[in-house]
C-alpha cells in the first residue's frame, strides 16, 4: 500500500469471515455507510472506538454514548467506531442472573442497531461472535501494519463500568484506552461544578 490514505472497510472486509475474500466492493456486509467512509491516514495514530455491551435492547442511552464519545474525540483521529454485540450465552447468563425475560438474539440487536436511522455511516454493527472479533481484530492490525498505517483501538465505556469507586484498572477488552460518557446516565466521575474527580492509581478521565 502505497497511497497516503486506505479505506477501513476494505481491511475488514477482506479478513472478516463472514466475507468471500474474492469480494472487493466497499458495500460488502454493509461495512460502514456509502458517505463519509472511515479513512486510514499516514502520519497520524488512527483510533477505532469498540463499543462492547448486551445492548439487550439497544437503547438511547447506549446511542447517546457512543455518538458523545465519537464526536468528542476527532481531536484524537477517532475514525470509526465498531459496535461488539456479545454472544447470546453471556447475555443469557446475564439476564438469568438479574432475573430478567427478555432476551434477544444477537441478530435481533444487530437488526435493532442497523435500522436506527440516527447511526452514523461511519460505525459498523459487527454481529459475529466474541471469538471471531478477537480473529477478525488480529487480522486487521496486522494487515494494517504491514501497510505501513499507524492504528489502535479505544474501547468505549459506560458510567456503570467506571467508577471512582470501581475496580477498572484501565484495560478493556485488550484496548488501553478508554471513553466514557455520562450522556446515558449519571456519572460519579463529574463533580457538582461539572468538573472531573481523578481515578485511583493516576488514571485521569
Known amino acids: 500500500m502505497t497511497g497516503q490514505t486506505a479505506d477501513l472497510g476494505k481491511y475488514i472486509a477482506e479478513h472478516h469471515i463472514d466475507c468471500p475474500r474474492s469480494t472487493t466492493s ?7 455507510g456509502k458517505e463519509n467512509r472511515p ?13 462492547p455491551g448486551c445492548f439487550n435492547p439497544p437503547h438511547l442511552g447506549h446511542y447517546n454514548i457512543l455518538r458523545r464519545a465519537f464526536e468528542g474525540s476527532q481531536d484524537i483521529n477517532v475514525i470509526a467506531a ?5 454472544d447470546d450465552d453471556s447475555l443469557e447468563a446475564k439476564c438469568e442472573a438479574k432475573g430478567q425475560s427478555l432476551v434477544l438474539s444477537r441478530s435481533e ?17 459487527y454481529d459475529g461472535s466474541v471469538r471471531d472479533w478477537y480473529w477478525l481484530r488480529e487480522d486487521l492490525e496486522n494487515a494494517i501494519a504491514i501497510d505501513g498505517f499507524d492504528f489502535q483501538f479505544a474501547s468505549v465505556l459506560g458510567p456503570d463500568h467506571i467508577s471512582r469507586f470501581g475496580s477498572y484498572l484501565g484495560w478493556n477488552w485488550s484496548c488501553h484506552e478508554t471513553i466514557t460518557s455520562d450522556a446515558g446516565r449519571r456519572s460519579d466521575l463529574v463533580k457538582a461544578d461539572g468538573s472531573l474527580y481523578t481515578l485511583p492509581d493516576g488514571f485521569t478521565p
Open 39 to 51: 479513512l486510514l491516514k499516514r502520519g497520524q495514530k488512527n483510533r477505532v472506538l469498540l463499543y
Open 82 to 86: 465498531i459496535v461488539l454485540l456479545l
Open 26 to 32: 466497499i458495500g460488502h456486509c454493509r461495512i460502514f
Open 109 to 125: 440487536r444487530a437488526c435493532l442497531w442497523r435500522s436506527d436511522a440516527r447511526v452514523l455511516p461511519q460505525w459498523w454493527i
